[in-house]
C-alpha cells in the first residue's frame, strides 16, 4: 500500500481529482484485492500480472471510475412493453423532468402560502389539478400504490375486517401480495368465493358487526377466463350502500385515457371507475399515468380527509421532486397535450407509424455499412405495468441474425453505451420500436452498427 502511494502517478492523479488519502486508499485496496483474487483463481499468471504492476497508475484510475460510476444508467427500451417495471416503468414527461431538475436546486413553497404567508399544504396544486379532471372527487397522495392500500385500510379498517374475492388476492411485482399488505394494515383478510366464481350473495353473507371495508381488487397481470364470474364493482357499492360499510376499488394502473380505441376493452378510466359511486380509489402514478412512482387515493373527500388525518400519511407522503414531477404531468392532461406524456405517445403510435419508423432505421444501417440479416417484422407490444394482461398492440421490430446466437448479441448489446433492451425470438435479437425513444434512435443505429460491422 505505502509502495503504491509513494509512486508519482498516482500522488499525481490524486492531486489532480482532489482525492483526501482515505478514498485514494480505498481504490489502492480495491485494485490490490481484484489482482489477488486474480491470482489465486488462476486468471492472472506471472506475465499478466507484471504488465498490471507496470501501469499502477492507470489501474488505480480505473478502479476509482468503477467504485463511483453510478448504478442507474440510461438504457434503451426495445422490448415492446410500454410500462416496463424492470426498466423504471413511464419514462416521465420532458417538462416535469425538466422543472423537477431545475426546482430540486432550489428553495420552493412546498408547504408556504404566498397569499397569506402562513402554512400551506404540499398537496394543494395536485388537489387543484385532479379536481379539473374528477370534478366532486378528493385526493391526497403517498408515495405508492402498495403505501395507499396500507393507508386506506388502516384508516378504514383497522382491527376489522375486509371482504374480498378470493380469485383477488393478487400477488404483485417483487413478491408482495394483497393479503400480506391488508395484514400490515392491522386489518382482518375476510375472503368470499372461490378463486373462478364470486358473487354478491358470498359478499352479502358475509358481512358482520366487524366488517370495516368492502375492497374490490384489480386482477393486475393476469386474466381468469372460462367458468367464470365476478361480483361487479356497482354492485359492490350498491351493497355497501345497503349495511353502511366503505368501498375501495383498488385500481392499480390509473387510466386517464379511453383504451377502447386501442382495442383494448377492458381497462376503464379513474373517471369511469370513480361514476360507480365508489367511496375510495387507489392507484399508481407510473404505469398509464405516464409519471413519477406515486400512490393516489381519489374519492369521497370525508373518506379523503380520514386517510390525510392518519399519523401513517406523513410517513408516507410525496417529496418535493415527485410532487414537482406529477404536478407537470396532470397539468398536461388538464391542457390537453397527451402528446408530451411518453407512455401514452407509446399508447397510441400507429401500426403505419411505427412500420415506416422501422424501415428508416433498417435502411439507416444498410447505409452505414452493416452486412448481418436485418429484417423488419411485424410483432405485438404490450402495456406492461399489469394493465391490459394478454392484450397485444400491433407495433413493428428489427429483427437481427448473428452467427454466435441471439444470447451472444444481447449480451454486446446490454454493454453498449446506452445498454439496449430487447427480446429473444426464434433466436433472432427483435427490438420493437414502439418503446424506443425519438431521440434514440441516433444512439441505436450506433450500438448496432458498432457490433455488427464488427
Given amino acids: 500500500m505505502d509502495r503504491v502511494l509513494a509512486l508519482p502517478e498516482v500522488s499525481a492523479w490524486a492531486q489532480a481529482g482532489g482525492y483526501g488519502r482515505r478514498f485514494v486508499t480505498r481504490v489502492i485496496n480495491t485494485l490490490l484485492e481484484e489482482f489477488r483474487a486474480g491470482v489465486l483463481a488462476g486468471d492472472l499468471d506471472a506475465d499478466a500480472l507484471d504488465a498490471l504492476l507496470d501501469d499502477l497508475g492507470a489501474g488505480v484510475a480505473d478502479a476509482a471510475r468503477r467504485l463511483t460510476a453510478p448504478h442507474l444508467r440510461h438504457v434503451i ?16 414527461p420532458a417538462v416535469a423532468a425538466g422543472r423537477t431538475a431545475d426546482l430540486s436546486q432550489r428553495y420552493l413553497n412546498l408547504e408556504f402560502d404566498l397569499e397569506t404567508g402562513g402554512r400551506g399544504r404540499r398537496s394543494a396544486a395536485l388537489e387543484r389539478l385532479v379536481g379539473q379532471l374528477l370534478p366532486g372527487a378528493a385526493v391526497t397522495v403517498v408515495n405508492n400504490c402498495a403505501a395507499a392500500v396500507l393507508l386506506v385500510l388502516n384508516t378504514l379498517a383497522e382491527g376489522k375486517e375486509v371482504i374480498v374475492s378470493r380469485g383477488q388476492l393478487v400477488e404483485i411485482g417483487g413478491s408482495f401480495r394483497i393479503p400480506e399488505v391488508m395484514k400490515k394494515s392491522q386489518s382482518l383478510l375476510r375472503e368470499v368465493g372461490s378463486t373462478n366464481r364470486t358473487r354478491r350473495d358470498d359478499f352479502e353473507a358475509a358481512i358482520g358487526p366487524e366488517t370495516g371495508v368492502l375492497l374490490s381488487v384489480h386482477p393486475s397481470n393476469y386474466r381468469v377466463v372460462g367458468f367464470t364470474e365476478e361480483t361487479s364493482l356497482r354492485e359492490l357499492v350498491d351493497l355497501g350502500r345497503e349495511h353502511g360499510i366503505p368501498v375501495v376499488d383498488d385500481f392499480g394502473s390509473g387510466c386517464f385515457i379511453d383504451l377502447r380505441e386501442l382495442g383494448i376493452h377492458d381497462e376503464p378510466t379513474v373517471a369511469e371507475r370513480l361514476e360507480t359511486g365508489v367511496d375510495l380509489l387507489t392507484f399508481s402514478g407510473d404505469k398509464l399515468l405516464g409519471g413519477p412512482q406515486a400512490g393516489f387515493i381519489v374519492g369521497k373527500p370525508d373518506y379523503v380527509a380520514r386517510v390525510r388525518k392518519n399519523p401513517l400519511y406523513r410517513a408516507l407522503r410525496l417529496d418535493k421532486a415527485t410532487t414537482l414531477a406529477l404536478e407537470s404531468t396532470l397539468a398536461a392532461y388538464v391542457t390537453g397535450d397527451l402528446e408530451s406524456i411518453p407512455v401514452v405517445r407509446m399508447l397510441r403510435a400507429s401500426a403505419a407509424e411505427l412500420e415506416r419508423r422501422a424501415h428508416a432505421l433498417a435502411d439507416r444501417l444498410t447505409t452505414a455499412g452493416v452486412r448481418s440479416p436485418i429484417e423488419v417484422v411485424e410483432v ?9 394482461p394478454g392484450r397485444d398492440l400491433p407495433s413493428f421490430a428489427l429483427a437481427l441474425e448473428w452467427e454466435p446466437g441471439a444470447d451472444d448479441l444481447m449480451g454486446r448489446l446490454r454493454a453498449t453505451d446506452p445498454p439496449v433492451i430487447g427480446r429473444i425470438v426464434d433466436d433472432r435479437v427483435v427490438l420493437d420500436v414502439r418503446t424506443i425513444l425519438p431521440d434514440e434512435d441516433e444512439a441505436l443505429v450506433g450500438a448496432l452498427g458498432e457490433i455488427l460491422e464488427g
Fill in 77 to 92: 427500451n426495445a422490448t415492446g412493453v410500454i410500462v416496463h417495471t424492470n426498466l423504471g416503468r413511464s419514462p416521465w
Fill in 380 to 388: 405485438a407490444s404490450r402495456v406492461g405495468g399489469g394493465a391490459a
